[in-house]
């Protein structure tokens, strides 16, 4: 949209470099062309701005098919004014010269034109289409028709409009319809769905079958690995029990032998001590028969009285203390007798009591 500033009796248009402003001054063209500035006088002036930048002109409408369903064309359209020229002589762009507004609707022209010829392409190529036709293929089918016949269309090309492009966005049946339709593939897809959650779950199933015979065979490893430990201690108690018997005869025999040896030992100690013992004793007696013999030597050398003396000091010897000794002729004849036996002699004592 052009900018006019006022003053006084005069205005100043600005407009865009993509405007295009023709200034008709007293049925004379005073200025063409785009980015215009110029001062004009709002009574004698009159003003028209093309627009020559790209415009899009969206599409929502409805068409049937050959089976008589109903569907919606979604679509978008981009175009230009090529020749703004022939635009303002075939299409009212005046704008007011005092706020530079369009005085007329001349885009929603444009955008109307187009809209019905995209609208009357469109409509007669559903009609020949069947609805799953037109809900497959539609799309590339209408933009492709769509955009041929707006290239090649003269009304277009006398008011100056080139299309750009063409863009089908969606192309819908109602929503019953759509959902009827949509049934087949979505039980298709729950059948998918259901075929892989089956096979989800034998996979799981077969996962925990095969866990649990690796568990049965853990266990059946463990039980045999018990057995077998239970066998190595079994042989172990054995070994260390037959070790210990042997261990244990052993040492017996060595007691065995041990006291064996000791008796055998202590019985020639004993018998050598017993020689020896025996051989003293003999020593012994003979010395002690010898010196018995040598004592009574010297008594039969010696007079009768002397051994009397004799006799009578190794009886006080051995002799309790006596106070008082009666001798009588009969305890004196009885000793001499035995002193006489002892000295292998016989001789005549004649004793007197006191």
């Known amino acids: 949209m052009a900018d006019i500033t006022k003053r006084l009796f005069l205005r100043h248009l600005r407009a865009n470099p993509t405007s295009h402003v023709r200034h008709v001054r007293n049925g004379k063209v005073a200025h063409d062309g785009a980015g215009q500035a110029f001062w004009f006088r709002p009574l004698t002036a009159s003003l028209s701005e093309v627009p020559m930048d790209d415009r899009e002109q969206p599409l929502l409408f409805h068409a049937r098919t050959s089976d008589f369903q109903d569907v919606t064309v979604q679509a978008t359209i981009a175009y230009r004014i090529t020749d703004p020229a022939t635009a303002a002589a075939r299409i009212d762009f005046a704008i007011d010269p005092n706020t530079g507004t369009w005085i007329g609707l001349p885009l929603e022209q444009i955008g109307g034109l187009l809209t019905q010829l995209a609208q009357q392409h469109t409509l007669q190529l559903v009609a020949g289409m069947s609805l799953p036709a037109a809900l497959a293929d539609g799309v590339a089918a209408i933009h492709e028709r769509v955009a041929s016949g707006l290239t090649t269309d003269a009304r277009l090309a006398d008011i100056g409009v080139a299309v750009a492009d063409v863009r089908v966005i969606a192309v819908r049946a109602e929503s019953d319809v759509e959902r009827a339709l949509q049934t087949p593939a979505r039980e298709l897809i729950q059948q998918d769905a259901d ?137 004196l004849t009885t000793l001499f007798a035995g002193l006489s036996e002892r000295l292998g002699t016989s001789p005549a004592v004649t004793t007197q009591g006191t």
């Open 195 to 331: 075929k892989a959650t089956f096979e989800r779950r034998a996979v799981a199933v077969e996962r925990e079958r095969a866990i649990a015979e690796n568990e049965l065979q853990n266990q059946i490893e463990l039980a045999r690995r018990e057995e077998q430990l239970v066998s190595q201690k079994g042989q172990n108690e054995r070994k260390r029990a037959e070790e210990q018997g042997a261990a244990e005869r052993i040492a017996a025999t060595a007691a065995a032998e041990t006291a064996t040896i000791a008796a055998d030992a202590k019985a020639r100690n004993d018998r050598l001590h017993a020689a020896v013992k025996a051989e003293t004793t003999r020593d012994v007696g003979i010395a002690h028969a010898e010196a018995e013999a040598a004592h009574l030597a010297a008594y039969r050398e010696l007079e009768a009285a002397t051994i009397l003396g004799l006799v009578v000091k190794e009886l006080a010897g051995n002799l309790p203390s006596i106070g008082t000794l009666n001798l009588t002729p009969d305890l």
